[in-house]
């Protein structure tokens, strides 16, 4: 069978690793790996440039570093939010994940990151922002 190629639909496993080798992601503790287009934008670019040119069976360590993955973590995108604005029965904790609604009345999820009686402090960064990324990719099927 040819390599993967741009508009094959593809079937990988793979496990994501940070830095100091903590697992984020991996395909590995569900029921069936990841399928998706390749070369349509379906996941992060250097995911998509690893796969390309793999054949069935074959496996590759790819690094992406944050810049081409999840884009650095911005500050401006640390908001204070009045406290009063959210319902007195939430329970909040810093490190929690919540949606909240943008000004476009699109549901976003954030992360809490301190709590005062005042005021929340939330990051709209993605979780993985800022981070380098590794992943671990075999080729199971060009489907």
Request: zero cysteines.
């Amino acid at each position: 069978m040819p390599p993967a190629k741009s508009g094959d639909k593809v079937k990988v496993h793979y496990t994501g690793t940070l830095e100091d080798g903590s697992v984020f992601d991996s395909s590995r503790n569900r029921d069936e790996p990841l399928e998706f287009e390749l070369g349509v934008g379906a996941v992060l670019a250097g995911f998509d440039q690893a796969v390309q040119g793999l054949e069935v069976g074959d496996s590759k360590t790819t690094n992406i570093p944050a810049e081409q993955a999840y884009g650095l973590h911005r500050d401006d995108m640390v908001v204070q939010v009045d406290r009063k604005k959210v319902p007195p029965d939430m329970e909040l904790n810093p490190g929690d994940r919540i949606s909240v609604n943008a000004p476009s009345g699109k549901r976003v999820p954030v992360t809490v990151i301190e709590i005062t009686e005042q005021e929340l402090k939330l990051d709209l960064n993605h979780p993985l922002a800022g981070k380098d990324l590794t992943f671990d990719i075999e080729l199971v099927e060009i489907v």
